[in-house]
């Protein structure tokens, strides 16, 4: 009998991947998504990839937040674990609507856990973030570096992984995994499904990728004076897939009888600069990323990577990608869906 899994979120950019990723390793993957910031035609490519593994997904589109939706789908269904990804994820965005940011990222976790309590489900895996370590003293980050929230985002993954902790300490039947992502990029190597951010990109890849297919006329660079090799910010650029596969290693350790609650970082332990990057899709793509030098972007670090030393001794699990096949994979995607899951030219 296969597991099956919980995944809220799972028609997102790190979901979805994590979602095909889970059916082609042999798991039933059940999604919560309420498409506030995804698109249903992700999970269809998923279907399509993931062939005769396909009759093992199944979607539900609802809001977390939506208690008798969540409890009639527990009541329905038994779930071995519980991948929570669904959020709202603009650092910005959460600077200007924090009770909005509060509201979705918290309250929709305490709905899951009381959910999960009722049902007697309690293993999880939870998407935390690099954004923790805020702007670190020293690099690179590990798991006992100091932790902070720079911004309301920030502030829900830090009190995510509290509020994690805290279930463990009042019953320590739970098995709970925090993962620290680091930057994800890139896409699955099929070209079907990557990242589709509505309005315009916070990140730093999807916006190069929008100025490669022509949709925006240039790529504002935030800060060239950092102490860093080219003075601009360094950050831990993870291949997507990679990510994903790290779920899958959480998942196997959970099933460990002894196994309690713990974070872990994903991440590759190299650091790239923005320029370094913008080179690595230029070579991979062909195409000609034009610049436009500008300020630091208000909060950003310096320099941000991690340690992964946790993740490969107890997790046994190590990324296998580079930044050239990051940025293969992610021109792969814009050149085949150059309005993302859209079939025509957006409003944005
Ligand atoms: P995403 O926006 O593509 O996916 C999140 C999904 O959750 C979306 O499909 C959205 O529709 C859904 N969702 C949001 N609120 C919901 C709710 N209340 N109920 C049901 N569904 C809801 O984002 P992503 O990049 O795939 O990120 C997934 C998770 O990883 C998020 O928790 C994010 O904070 C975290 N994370 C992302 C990054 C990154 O750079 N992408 C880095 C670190 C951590
Ligand atoms: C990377 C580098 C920018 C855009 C954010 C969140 C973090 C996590 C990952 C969710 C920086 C520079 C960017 C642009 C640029 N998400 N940049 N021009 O800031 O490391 O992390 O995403 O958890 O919480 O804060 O990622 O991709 O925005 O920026 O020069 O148009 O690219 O200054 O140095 P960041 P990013």
Redesign the pocket.
């Known amino acids: 009998m296969s597991l099956s899994i919980l995944v809220?979120?799972?028609?997102?950019?790190?979901?979805?991947h994590t979602v095909l990723q889970l059916l082609l390793g042999g798991y039933k993957v059940v999604v919560?998504?309420?498409?506030?910031?995804?698109s249903q035609i992700?999970l269809e490519r998923v279907r399509e990839f993931a062939q005769d593994h396909a009759p093992k997904l199944s979607f539900h589109q609802?809001?977390?937040?939506?208690r008798p939706a969540l409890e009639k789908l527990f009541a329905s269904e038994e779930f071995d674990a519980v991948i929570?990804?669904?959020?709202?994820?603009a650092v910005g965005e959460s600077v200007q609507k924090p009770l909005m940011y509060y509201d979705?990222?918290i309250?929709?976790l305490i709905a899951l856990l009381e959910a999960m309590a009722a049902h007697g489900c309690k293993k999880l895996v939870f998407?935390?973030?690099?954004?923790v370590y805020g702007w670190p003293k020293v690099v690179p980050c590990n798991e006992e570096s100091p932790i902070c929230a720079l911004n309301p985002?920030g502030s829900?993954?830090l009190f995510g992984e509290e509020m994690c902790r805290d279930v463990y300490k009042s019953d320590s039947t739970w098995k709970i995994i925090l993962l620290?992502?680091?930057?994800?990029v890139g896409a699955h190597p099929s070209g079907a499904i990557g990242?589709?951010?509505r309005g315009i990109p916070n990140?730093l890849m999807p916006f190069v990728q929008q100025v490669a297919v022509g949709r925006r006329p240039a790529l504002t660079i935030y800060g060239t004076d950092y102490g860093t090799k080219d003075g601009t910010g360094v950050r831990d650029y993870i291949h997507v897939v990679d990510l994903a596969d790290g779920h899958i290693a959480a998942l196997n350790k959970l099933s460990d009888p002894s196994f309690g609650c713990k974070v872990y970082n994903l991440g590759t332990g190299k650091g790239t600069s923005v320029l370094e990057m913008v080179a690595a899709f230029e070579k991979a793509s062909g195409m000609k990323i034009p610049l436009v030098m500008a300020g630091r972007r208000p909060g950003d670090a310096e320099v941000v990577y991690a340690s992964t030393e946790r993740a490969e001794r107890e997790l046994n699990w190590k990324a296998k990608y580079g930044i050239d096949e990051m940025c293969r994979d992610q021109w792969n995607w814009a050149s085949k869906n150059p309005y993302g899951y859209e079939p025509c030219v957006s409003t944005d």
């Open positions: 809220t979120g799972g028609a997102g950019y790190i979901g979805s919560v998504d309420s498409l506030e910031n995804s992700s609802f809001d977390l937040r939506d929570h990804f669904a959020g709202l994820k979705n990222n309250i929709g998407s935390s973030s690099a954004t985002y829900t993954k620290r992502y680091f930057n994800p990242d589709d951010p990140n």
